[in-house]
């Protein structure tokens, strides 16, 4: 039987658009679409997300587009959906990668030949007065490897201005991260500023220092991007 678990995603994305309590859309405009330390792409990207929350059940969409060629093929959709238990909050999100001459939407193939990768996650939250994230999550369905990343994220503020430490590796061997054993693979300080344009609107701007040290990497990347 052919996997579904895009179309129970995106049933659940119609449902809870129909009862949703809370909804946020918005877009980010990038210099870059680096994700957990990998350039995907070569070039800006406008990255759309609407995402709805029910109680403590949130369904997302989130996409990234490339605008300046080559980068067309690195374009990606994902849907994902997550639930709040207080601190700790679990989910799943399917990667869809619309590449052009590649893989089709229903093609749900394993094996790295399909067009979704799924990844269910786990996530904790610190408290406030010592803000925290760690992040797990296991490629399970279509990646051979089975790739285990994991993430710490450490906000805190200067002078007004939001900043965030991010260590980032991966558990083991994994072609889909490119790293021949465990390896650090996206080490971040990220900078967020809030600019005032008019009495009713203001633009948060940000800059994110990367660096990839898996030696089949070793690649640094300084992106600039602002919120919408």
Known sequence: MRPRHSLLLGTFLL??????????????????????????????????????????????????????????????????????????SVGVTDYYFPAPGGAKFFNFDGGGKGAHYLEPFVQLNGPAHAPFILFVGLLAYNDPDNSIYLEGRFPFEVNGVAMEVTVGAVAGESAFYNTGGTALVNLGLSATRVIPITETFSLPVFVRYILNPNPRVERSYLVFGFRL
């Open 15 to 88: 449902v809870a658009m129909v009862q949703a309590q809370e909804v946020q859309l918005g877009a980010d405009v990038v210099s870059r679409y680096i994700w957990r330390g990998t350039d995907f792409g070569e070039s800006m990207s406008v990255q759309p997300g609407l995402y709805l929350s029910v109680g403590a059940l949130t369904v997302g969409t989130w996409a990234s587009y490339a605008i300046t060629p080559p980068g067309a093929s690195a374009n990606e959709h994902d849907l994902y959906v997550s639930v709040n238990l207080g601190a700790l």
